[in-house]
């Protein structure tokens, strides 16, 4: 309990540096005056564009993490996360293709569709008939999945006109800019119910720990409890993503970080760890990105991607250390 | 009243076992017993409805397993398979929480029923003192001990255990038993179990089901099921069948 308040305080000082930071810097004092309702610039700067916009990464951060926790209990493997697995990607390609198409559905939903289609494609494609799921070539596989939408996003985009694919490139990277409260509003509404949902799969996870057997003896149908924690877990990275984009590597890193800083065990602390480390890693990879390099503000997924791909190197160079690849 | 009716179990189109009318007697101690691939797990399992019949019906108070809501056979009946997985870490209290999933339900809190059942648990099989420890930290019998606490804390009538002593040596595997036949005769709990030991299986049996290749060789009291006929047709093994000198149980001494 105390490790999680001690991670709950360090993500709101970054969310306060978040706040301050940018090309108009803000003293605590000028963040506190804004905070509290106080007209004046740093009021605006909060309300309409700061604000929004940590929120946003805060709740991206937070479906993320929850999401790789999900999946990696599920495969009791910390590479499956729904960003290897393709998930993400297939809800990115979906978003693009309602774009081309000019569809005019509600992004959530078809982000929703399109990780539910690549987690079905990835299942039938790694799935045989009366063998248990091997975790890694469940990775593979969505690896694949992933090449084969991302290449397909990027045919599509070509279809666009030039300054609506500019757009869509920078939200395929995953981007935090420009969201609004609409944005947050949504995140809000979908983490009460996700979140809520991935509480209720603890049960299930902990039974399925047990391994196959002793859960179905405990009263699970193991089969139903997989589907309806994987649909939990793509339903929270489709959220994410309708947000902010397939940012790359945060549910990769989030559960295993969050896991470590909790230094526990138990399901539901994880879980909670997880969240809150996926919020701060996204509300420090965008602050990276807007807050390093003065006058260039880059899309977050290009910092999430910096710093998951040395930890994909390191988590795969381990796992083949332990003999499991 | 745990029984099997005309019950055909076996994998894709080959019967392992066929229509076997059994009944396991309330409140007892049974065990099944036979020789590799006849039939002893896959028989377990029907019994706990972990594979489902070819033919015929498992029945439990008169009804079919198939009818049964999976939670409330959880809290009726238990089984231990032969070799659960020990997540990584974990404590003793822990694993013997877990056994109280049945009654929570997916967001249910944990109330003092579930802290007194898993307090029971681990006292009935004496690990209390060693109840904040990792499972990995214990000794193999001990680590046993701890899984039988987790199915005890779903406070079944029934209780079923694949090859509970397998990979314990003698002094574990008789400590296993003799806990098993304690909780029979201090709770009236039904338990079966699958076992390899004869000799062992009839001195903490009351009740024995002797499977062979083709099928149920015999059943019922220990001396009436093991004699050299019984275990000629069920193993093709020659032996004598001598009584315990300890207990009056028959013992088997191959020849």
């Given amino acids: 309990m105390r490790r999680l308040l001690l991670m709950l305080l360090a993500l709101l000082a970054l969310c306060a540096l978040a706040l301050m930071r940018g090309q108009l810097a803000l003293s605590p004092l000028q963040l506190w005056?804004?905070?509290s309702g106080a007209e004046g610039p740093a009021h605006l700067v909060l309300a309409v564009i700061?604000?929004?916009?940590?929120?946003a990464a805060l709740g991206t951060g937070a479906a993320l993490g929850l999401s790789g926790m999900l999946f990696q209990t599920l495969f009791r493997n910390p590479l499956a996360a729904p960003d290897l697995m393709g998930f993400t990607s297939g809800a990115g390609?979906?978003?693009v293709l309602a774009m081309t198409l000019g569809l005019g559905l509600p992004v959530p939903l078809v982000a929703a569709l399109g990780g539910l289609i690549a987690a079905a494609l990835v299942l039938l494609l790694a799935w045989k008939p009366g063998q248990a799921l091997a975790p890694l070539v469940l990775v593979l596989v969505g690896l694949g999945v992933g090449f084969l939408t991302q290449a397909a996003s990027s045919f599509l985009m070509t279809a666009l006109p030039p300054e609506q694919a500019a757009d869509a490139q920078r939200w395929l990277t995953g981007s935090l800019n420009a969201r609004n409260w609409g944005h947050v509003a949504l995140l809000a509404a979908g983490l009460a119910v996700l979140g809520l949902l991935a509480l209720s799969q603890i049960r299930r996870l902990e039974a399925l720990d047990l391994g196959e057997e002793l859960a179905a003896g405990l009263g699970l149908h193991p089969g139903r409890a997989r589907i309806a924690i994987a649909v939990t877990g793509v339903l929270l990275a489709a959220l994410a993503v309708s947000v902010a984009g397939p940012l790359p590597f945060v549910a990769l890193m989030a559960g295993p970080l969050g896991a470590r800083l909790l230094g526990r065990t138990a399901l539901a602390p994880r879980m909670a760890a997880a969240a809150l480390t996926g919020a701060m890693i996204v509300v420090a990879a965008d602050l990276l990105a807007r807050a390093t390099i003065p006058g260039l503000s880059l899309p977050a997924g290009v910092v999430t991607g910096l710093l998951g791909a040395p930890y994909l190197l390191w988590r795969l160079s381990?796992?083949?250390k332990k003999g499991e690849l | 009243m745990l029984e099997t009716r005309d019950l055909t179990l076996g994998y894709d189109r080959r019967p392992v076992l066929e229509r076997l009318s059994l009944q396991i007697p309330e409140g007892r101690v049974t065990a099944i017993l036979g020789p590799n691939g006849c039939g002893k797990s896959t028989l377990l399992k029907a019994l706990a409805r972990l594979s489902a019949p070819q033919a015929g019906a498992v029945l439990l108070a008169g009804e079919p397993l198939g009818q049964y809501d999976s939670r409330a056979l959880a809290r009726r009946l238990a089984i231990l398979p032969q070799s659960p997985v020990a997540p990584e870490g974990i404590t003793v209290r822990d694993l013997v929480r877990r056994g109280r999933i049945p009654w929570r339900g997916l967001l249910g809190p944990w109330r003092d029923s579930d802290e007194a059942a898993c307090r029971e648990a681990l006292a009935a099989v004496a690990l209390e003192d060693l109840a904040t420890r990792p499972l990995a930290a214990l000794s193999g019998g001990q680590r046993q001990r701890a899984w039988i606490a987790l199915v005890l804390a779903q406070t079944p009538r029934h209780l079923l255990l694949d090859e509970p002593t397998t990979f314990l040596d003698l002094v574990h595997q008789i400590e296993v038993l003799r806990l098993l036949q304690r909780l029979n005769r201090?709770?009236?709990l039904?338990?079966?179990?699958?076992?390899?030991?004869?000799?062992l299986a009839a001195r903490f049996s009351d009740h024995l089901i002797l499977l062979g290749p083709d099928g149920l060789v015999a059943e019922g009291a220990p001396s009436a099921v093991l004699t050299p006929d019984t275990l000629h047709a069920a193993f093709g093994l020659s032996a004598l069948?001598?009584?315990?000198?300890?207990?009056?149980t028959p013992m088997v001494i191959p020849c």
């Avoid at chain 2, 039904?190 to 000799?199: C, I, N, Y």
């Avoid at chain 2, 069948?241 to 009056?248: A, F, I, T, Y």
């Fill in chain 2, 190 to 199: 039904t338990v079966v179990s699958v076992l390899h030991d004869l000799s």
């Fill in chain 1, 318 to 320: 381990r796992e083949m």
């Fill in chain 1, 93 to 95: 390609l979906a978003i």
């Fill in chain 2, 241 to 248: 069948v001598h009584p315990d000198p300890v207990s009056g």
């Fill in chain 2, 186 to 188: 201090d709770r009236g």
């Fill in chain 1, 33 to 35: 005056q804004g905070l």
């Fill in chain 1, 50 to 55: 700061r604000g929004p916009r940590v929120a």
